[in-house]
Nanobody
């Protein structure tokens, strides 16, 4: 029932920008946290950014100031605006969702706590 579908990945030069989109369906919780995670070959999956139903956001230190997470008014799409991309940002990017009690992501992104996941969209960055 719940489906998350990512799009917008691609190849970009270092210093460039990309905007990822996650189309959300079947997820109608009043309070939630939705986030973006990424995983590069040979590395563990890491949290990148999250946004709560109350509009609050949380970012990993490595992307803070460069990436921006947002959602549309109807809450049907989740976005990740990525600026000043670095080769280290290359990875498969996944969106995820979970319901929460207080409408925020509690200032952290823990992979195991998210219930629903998309299949991912690939991002490559060349020097």
């Amino acid at each position: 029932q719940v489906q998350l579908v990512e799009s917008g990945g691609g190849s970009v030069q270092a210093g460039g920008s990309l905007r990822l989109t996650c189309a959300v369906s079947g997820f109608y919780y009043e309070r939630y946290c939705m986030g973006w995670f990424r995983q590069a070959p040979g590395k563990e999956r890491e949290g990148v950014a999250g946004i709560g139903s109350d509009g609050s956001t949380v970012y990993s230190d490595s992307v803070k100031g460069r990436f921006t997470i947002s959602q549309d008014f109807a809450k049907t799409n989740l976005y990740l605006e990525m600026n000043s991309l670095k080769p280290e940002d290359a990875a498969m990017y996944y969106c995820a969702a979970k319901f929460v009690l207080y409408g925020n992501c509690a200032g952290r992104l823990t992979q195991g706590a998210f219930d629903y996941w998309g299949r991912g969209t690939a991002v490559t960055v060349s020097s």
